[in-house]
């Protein structure tokens, strides 16, 4: 068992920030890439989808992150997106929150033994195909007009 672990270890890939932030930018076509002062790595999607990925050493893991666009975190859409972060069911092991302006933020971890190119890439596909799930849920939940709200409880006579 002791040498099977030197050799997992001796097979583990760069997981240091920089490594693995250059292996992700060799694995899709931009070998600059890097993180920023902040040890933050920003990507763009479809021209206005920013993924943000940053290691958080106190965690031991790296964090995907992705605004809505647009979405608003209020009212029935807050109880929505709050009800998919009842034990991680509707986030795929990751979580919702509200960034400074008031937008709805999805999060997905990546577990530092995990995290490689490979992983990344797998981990960031996931992460927009939530936030573009996310968005239709919430554009669903905006508040219909008053009222046809009450058509859906009342009882006619």
Same mark, same amino acid.
């Given at each position: 068992?002791?040498?099977?672990?030197?050799?997992?270890?001796?097979?583990?890939?760069?997981?240091?920030?920089?490594?693995?932030?250059?292996?992700? $930018?060799?694995?899709? +076509?931009?070998?600059?890439?890097?993180? %920023? /002062? *902040? !040890?933050?790595?920003? &990507?763009?999607?479809?021209?206005?989808?920013?993924?943000?990925?940053?290691?958080?050493?106190?965690?031991?893991?790296w964090l995907l992150s992705c605004a809505l666009r647009g979405q608003r975190a209020e009212g029935p859409a807050l109880q929505v997106l709050m009800q998919g972060n009842h034990? $991680?069911?509707?986030? +795929?092991?990751?979580?919702?929150?509200? %960034? /400074? *302006? !008031?937008?709805?933020? &999805?999060?997905?971890?990546?577990?530092?033994?995990?995290?490689?190119?490979?992983?990344?890439?797998?981990?960031?596909?996931?992460?927009?195909?939530?936030?573009?799930?996310?968005?239709?849920?919430?554009?669903?939940?905006?508040?219909?007009?008053?009222?046809?709200?009450?058509?859906?409880?009342?009882?006619?006579?």
């Open positions: 068992p002791f040498v099977f672990f030197l050799c997992i270890l001796g097979a583990m890939p760069d997981s240091s920030v920089p490594g693995l932030i250059a292996a992700l $930018g060799e694995a899709i +076509g931009i070998p600059a890439l890097r993180a %920023d /002062a *902040q !040890g933050c790595c920003r &990507l763009l999607f479809d021209g206005d989808r920013a993924v943000e990925i940053r290691f958080v050493p106190a965690q031991g893991r034990m $991680g069911a509707g986030f +795929g092991g990751g979580w919702a929150g509200i %960034d /400074a *302006q !008031g937008l709805a933020v &999805l999060h997905l971890p990546l577990a530092l033994p995990e995290a490689s190119a490979n992983a990344m890439l797998n981990a960031i596909e996931l992460l927009l195909n939530h936030v573009e799930r996310w968005e239709r849920r919430l554009l669903e939940a905006a508040p219909a007009a008053p009222g046809l709200r009450m058509a859906e409880w009342a009882q006619r006579i």
